[in-house]
Protein backbone atom coordinates (compact mmCIF):
# COMPACT_ATOMS: atom_id res chain seq x y z
CA UNK A 1 0.00 0.00 0.00
CA UNK A 2 1.30 3.73 -1.02
CA UNK A 3 0.43 6.51 0.56
CA UNK A 4 0.90 10.08 -1.41
CA UNK A 5 0.22 13.38 0.63
CA UNK A 6 -1.19 15.93 -1.83
CA UNK A 7 -2.67 18.31 0.42
CA UNK A 8 -1.99 18.72 4.62
CA UNK A 9 -2.71 22.16 5.82
CA UNK A 10 -5.57 22.74 7.59
CA UNK A 11 -8.15 25.69 7.35
CA UNK A 12 -7.06 27.40 4.29
CA UNK A 13 -4.67 27.19 1.42
CA UNK A 14 -1.49 29.29 1.88
CA UNK A 15 1.59 30.32 -0.73
CA UNK A 16 3.63 32.18 1.74
CA UNK A 17 7.29 31.06 1.48
CA UNK A 18 7.15 30.90 5.00
CA UNK A 19 4.51 27.50 4.76
CA UNK A 20 6.90 25.82 1.58
CA UNK A 21 8.32 23.24 4.08
CA UNK A 22 5.00 21.07 4.92
CA UNK A 23 3.09 22.33 1.86
CA UNK A 24 0.34 25.04 1.33
CA UNK A 25 -2.26 23.21 -0.32
CA UNK A 26 -5.90 22.09 1.53
CA UNK A 27 -6.43 18.44 3.01
CA UNK A 28 -6.00 15.25 -0.06
CA UNK A 29 -4.36 11.98 0.31
CA UNK A 30 -4.36 9.40 -2.20
CA UNK A 31 -4.35 5.67 -1.55
CA UNK A 32 -2.96 3.25 -4.02
CA UNK A 33 -2.93 -0.74 -3.37
CA UNK A 34 -2.02 -2.42 -6.53
CA UNK A 35 -4.15 -1.23 -9.37
CA UNK A 36 -6.64 0.17 -6.60
CA UNK A 37 -6.94 3.45 -6.38
CA UNK A 38 -9.07 6.04 -3.78
CA UNK A 39 -8.93 9.35 -2.75
CA UNK A 40 -9.61 11.09 0.40
CA UNK A 41 -11.12 14.36 0.54
CA UNK A 42 -10.93 17.20 -2.15
CA UNK A 43 -9.08 20.23 -0.65
CA UNK A 44 -6.80 21.94 -3.29
CA UNK A 45 -4.25 18.92 -2.82
CA UNK A 46 -6.62 17.17 -5.22
CA UNK A 47 -5.50 19.33 -8.12
CA UNK A 48 -1.53 17.91 -7.51
CA UNK A 49 -3.57 14.41 -9.32
CA UNK A 50 -2.37 13.72 -12.80
CA UNK A 51 -5.87 12.02 -13.27
CA UNK A 52 -4.58 11.22 -17.32
CA UNK A 53 -1.70 9.96 -16.03
CA UNK A 54 -2.73 7.83 -12.95
CA UNK A 55 -6.44 7.26 -13.85
CA UNK A 56 -6.49 6.08 -17.12
CA UNK A 57 -10.04 4.15 -16.32
CA UNK A 58 -13.17 5.58 -16.74
CA UNK A 59 -13.84 6.27 -12.62
CA UNK A 60 -12.95 8.04 -9.62
CA UNK A 61 -13.62 7.62 -6.23
CA UNK A 62 -13.29 10.33 -4.19
CA UNK A 63 -14.16 9.93 0.03
CA UNK A 64 -14.74 12.91 1.86
CA UNK A 65 -14.90 13.24 5.80
CA UNK A 66 -17.28 16.29 5.92
CA UNK A 67 -17.63 19.24 3.90
CA UNK A 68 -15.85 22.18 5.59
CA UNK A 69 -14.61 24.27 2.99
CA UNK A 70 -10.77 23.32 3.19
CA UNK A 71 -11.79 19.61 2.56
CA UNK A 72 -13.97 20.37 -0.57
CA UNK A 73 -12.69 22.99 -2.67
CA UNK A 74 -10.41 21.31 -4.59
CA UNK A 75 -13.96 19.93 -6.19
CA UNK A 76 -14.74 23.13 -7.87
CA UNK A 77 -11.51 22.45 -10.23
CA UNK A 78 -11.34 19.10 -10.25
CA UNK A 79 -11.22 18.00 -13.97
CA UNK A 80 -12.51 14.72 -14.20
CA UNK A 81 -15.88 16.44 -12.73
CA UNK A 82 -16.12 18.39 -15.61
CA UNK A 83 -15.13 15.81 -18.51
CA UNK A 84 -17.87 14.50 -20.07
CA UNK A 85 -18.92 10.80 -19.89
CA UNK A 86 -16.27 10.43 -16.69
CA UNK A 87 -17.76 8.23 -14.17
CA UNK A 88 -17.29 10.00 -10.83
CA UNK A 89 -18.35 8.67 -7.18
CA UNK A 90 -18.42 11.05 -4.25
CA UNK A 91 -18.39 9.33 -0.75
CA UNK A 92 -19.25 11.43 2.13
CA UNK A 93 -20.86 11.39 5.66
CA UNK A 94 -24.61 10.93 6.11
CA UNK A 95 -26.04 11.82 9.68
CA UNK A 96 -27.88 15.18 7.80
CA UNK A 97 -31.35 15.91 7.75
CA UNK A 98 -30.31 16.93 3.94
CA UNK A 99 -29.25 14.42 1.44
CA UNK A 100 -25.38 14.79 0.80
CA UNK A 101 -25.41 16.25 -2.76
CA UNK A 102 -27.89 19.12 -1.53
CA UNK A 103 -25.52 20.16 1.42
CA UNK A 104 -22.54 19.38 -1.43
CA UNK A 105 -24.18 21.58 -4.14
CA UNK A 106 -24.73 24.67 -1.05
CA UNK A 107 -21.26 24.89 -2.29
CA UNK A 108 -21.02 23.93 -6.22
CA UNK A 109 -23.58 26.50 -7.42
CA UNK A 110 -24.42 29.72 -8.22
CA UNK A 111 -23.82 32.77 -6.13
CA UNK A 112 -20.27 30.74 -5.06
CA UNK A 113 -19.86 28.74 -8.28
CA UNK A 114 -20.89 29.49 -11.78
CA UNK A 115 -22.00 25.97 -12.84
CA UNK A 116 -24.95 24.05 -10.40
CA UNK A 117 -23.63 20.59 -9.54
CA UNK A 118 -26.60 19.50 -11.30
CA UNK A 119 -25.12 20.44 -14.49
CA UNK A 120 -21.44 18.91 -14.48
CA UNK A 121 -21.00 17.15 -17.70
CA UNK A 122 -19.33 14.06 -15.64
CA UNK A 123 -21.85 11.00 -14.97
CA UNK A 124 -21.85 11.84 -10.92
CA UNK A 125 -22.81 9.47 -8.33
CA UNK A 126 -22.86 10.55 -4.42
CA UNK A 127 -23.23 8.54 -1.81
CA UNK A 128 -24.11 8.34 1.51
CA UNK A 129 -21.71 6.91 4.33
CA UNK A 130 -23.05 5.49 7.96
CA UNK A 131 -21.17 3.34 10.30
CA UNK A 132 -21.54 0.05 8.72
CA UNK A 133 -18.07 -1.41 7.00
CA UNK A 134 -17.96 -2.03 3.43
CA UNK A 135 -16.13 -3.80 0.81
CA UNK A 136 -14.49 -1.67 -2.38
CA UNK A 137 -12.65 -3.60 -4.24
CA UNK A 138 -9.69 -4.90 -2.78
CA UNK A 139 -10.35 -2.84 0.43
CA UNK A 140 -11.65 -3.45 3.68
CA UNK A 141 -13.32 -0.09 4.54
CA UNK A 142 -14.68 1.29 7.94
CA UNK A 143 -15.81 4.28 8.68
CA UNK A 144 -17.70 6.07 12.03
CA UNK A 145 -18.76 9.60 13.09
CA UNK A 146 -15.39 11.06 14.75
CA UNK A 147 -15.77 14.48 17.34
CA UNK A 148 -15.91 17.56 15.18
CA UNK A 149 -18.14 20.30 14.36
CA UNK A 150 -20.99 18.91 11.96
CA UNK A 151 -20.79 15.70 10.42
CA UNK A 152 -17.41 13.94 10.23
CA UNK A 153 -16.03 10.52 9.30
CA UNK A 154 -13.09 8.95 9.99
CA UNK A 155 -11.52 6.08 7.69
CA UNK A 156 -10.06 3.05 8.51
CA UNK A 157 -8.42 1.08 4.90
CA UNK A 158 -7.62 -2.37 5.12
CA UNK A 159 -5.69 -2.98 2.56
CA UNK A 160 -4.12 -6.77 0.93
CA UNK A 161 -1.76 -6.59 3.78
CA UNK A 162 -1.97 -2.90 6.14
CA UNK A 163 -3.76 -0.69 7.26
CA UNK A 164 -4.13 3.03 7.24
CA UNK A 165 -6.16 5.22 9.16
CA UNK A 166 -7.46 8.77 8.39
CA UNK A 167 -8.47 11.35 10.71
CA UNK A 168 -7.77 14.47 9.51
CA UNK A 169 -9.83 16.65 12.00
CA UNK A 170 -10.56 15.16 15.15
CA UNK A 171 -10.97 16.30 19.09
CA UNK A 172 -10.86 13.25 20.50
CA UNK A 173 -11.81 14.44 23.86
CA UNK A 174 -13.04 18.10 24.39
CA UNK A 175 -11.95 20.12 26.76
CA UNK A 176 -9.28 18.22 28.96
CA UNK A 177 -5.62 17.86 29.10
CA UNK A 178 -5.44 13.70 28.67
CA UNK A 179 -7.96 11.53 27.32
CA UNK A 180 -10.18 9.70 29.45
CA UNK A 181 -9.26 6.11 31.03
CA UNK A 182 -11.54 4.22 29.03
CA UNK A 183 -11.13 3.35 25.51
CA UNK A 184 -15.32 3.99 24.70
CA UNK A 185 -15.49 7.20 25.65
CA UNK A 186 -12.13 8.18 22.97
CA UNK A 187 -13.49 9.26 19.90
CA UNK A 188 -12.06 7.42 16.82
CA UNK A 189 -10.31 4.69 19.21
CA UNK A 190 -11.79 1.88 16.82
CA UNK A 191 -10.79 3.51 13.94
CA UNK A 192 -6.42 3.37 14.76
CA UNK A 193 -6.89 0.72 16.91
CA UNK A 194 -3.14 -1.15 15.77
CA UNK A 195 -3.11 0.69 12.42
CA UNK A 196 -0.25 0.25 10.51
CA UNK A 197 -0.10 3.63 9.96
CA UNK A 198 -2.28 7.10 11.63
CA UNK A 199 -2.52 10.21 9.73
CA UNK A 200 -3.87 12.46 12.56
CA UNK A 201 -5.07 16.10 12.85
CA UNK A 202 -2.39 18.27 14.93
CA UNK A 203 -3.03 21.86 14.35
CA UNK A 204 -2.71 23.42 17.95
CA UNK A 205 0.59 23.03 20.56
CA UNK A 206 -0.43 22.43 23.91
CA UNK A 207 -0.22 26.54 24.39
CA UNK A 208 -2.45 27.05 21.98
CA UNK A 209 -5.39 23.97 22.62
CA UNK A 210 -6.76 25.73 25.50
CA UNK A 211 -8.26 28.87 23.81
CA UNK A 212 -9.77 27.06 20.43
CA UNK A 213 -11.70 23.98 22.67
CA UNK A 214 -14.76 23.01 20.89
CA UNK A 215 -13.16 24.13 17.12
CA UNK A 216 -12.54 19.89 16.30
CA UNK A 217 -8.68 19.77 16.31
CA UNK A 218 -6.01 18.40 18.33
CA UNK A 219 -2.17 19.48 19.90
CA UNK A 220 0.40 17.74 18.85
CA UNK A 221 0.56 15.88 22.53
CA UNK A 222 -3.21 15.07 22.41
CA UNK A 223 -2.31 13.23 18.52
CA UNK A 224 0.40 11.56 19.70
CA UNK A 225 -1.31 10.33 23.27
CA UNK A 226 -4.31 8.99 20.74
CA UNK A 227 -1.47 6.84 18.65
CA UNK A 228 -0.09 5.56 21.46
CA UNK A 229 -3.25 4.69 23.24
CA UNK A 230 -4.67 3.06 19.92
CA UNK A 231 -1.49 1.52 19.43
CA UNK A 232 -1.12 2.48 16.02
CA UNK A 233 2.47 1.82 14.92
CA UNK A 234 3.28 5.41 12.90
CA UNK A 235 1.94 8.82 13.42
CA UNK A 236 1.94 11.16 10.74
CA UNK A 237 0.80 14.36 11.81
CA UNK A 238 -1.66 16.49 9.81
CA UNK A 239 -3.72 19.41 8.97
CA UNK A 240 -1.30 22.07 10.01
CA UNK A 241 -1.93 25.51 10.93
CA UNK A 242 -1.84 28.00 7.59
CA UNK A 243 -1.25 31.28 10.32
CA UNK A 244 1.81 29.40 11.58
CA UNK A 245 4.95 29.94 9.49
CA UNK A 246 6.86 26.53 9.22
CA UNK A 247 10.10 26.98 11.70
CA UNK A 248 7.63 27.65 14.40
CA UNK A 249 5.61 24.11 12.98
CA UNK A 250 9.31 22.57 13.11
CA UNK A 251 10.27 23.72 16.44
CA UNK A 252 7.40 22.84 18.06
CA UNK A 253 7.61 19.51 17.43
CA UNK A 254 11.18 18.91 17.82
CA UNK A 255 10.55 20.46 21.33
CA UNK A 256 7.26 18.20 21.49
CA UNK A 257 9.71 14.98 20.42
CA UNK A 258 12.27 15.62 22.88
CA UNK A 259 9.85 15.45 26.08
CA UNK A 260 8.08 12.94 24.91
CA UNK A 261 8.80 9.02 25.64
CA UNK A 262 6.57 7.65 23.10
CA UNK A 263 8.51 4.61 21.25
CA UNK A 264 6.80 4.70 17.81
CA UNK A 265 7.99 6.98 15.13
CA UNK A 266 5.96 10.32 14.32
CA UNK A 267 6.52 12.87 11.81
CA UNK A 268 5.07 15.90 10.15
CA UNK A 269 3.32 15.58 7.18
CA UNK A 270 4.97 16.73 4.03
CA UNK A 271 2.63 17.54 0.80
CA UNK A 272 4.27 15.38 -1.89
CA UNK A 273 5.57 12.98 0.32
CA UNK A 274 4.97 9.14 -0.02
CA UNK A 275 5.23 6.60 2.06
CA UNK A 276 5.19 2.80 1.73
CA UNK A 277 3.13 0.51 3.96
Same mark, same amino acid.
Given at each position: MRVRLHGTRGSYPTSSV? /?????GNTPCIEIIDGSQRMILDAGTGI? $?? @?? /???????????? *??HLHMDHIQGLAFC #?? *????? #? $? %?????????? =???? /??? /??????? *??? +???? @? %??? #??? %????? =? &??? &??? @??? +??? =????HPGPTLGYRIQGKSKTL???PDHEPIIGKEHLYPEDEWVSGFDLALQADLLIHDSQYSAMEYPAKIGWGHSSLEMAA??????? &? #?? *?ILFHHDPAQPDTVRTKMFEDFKRGSSYSFPMELAVQGQEIEL
Open positions: E /NQTYGL $EI @DF /NRDYPGNRIDIF *LT #KP *LFTPG #K $E %VHIWGPGGSS =EPLI /NRL /NRFLSPP *LFP +IPLR @D %VPS #KLS %VHELS =E &APF &AFG @DFE +ITT =EFISTYIEFCSRTQ &A #KR *L
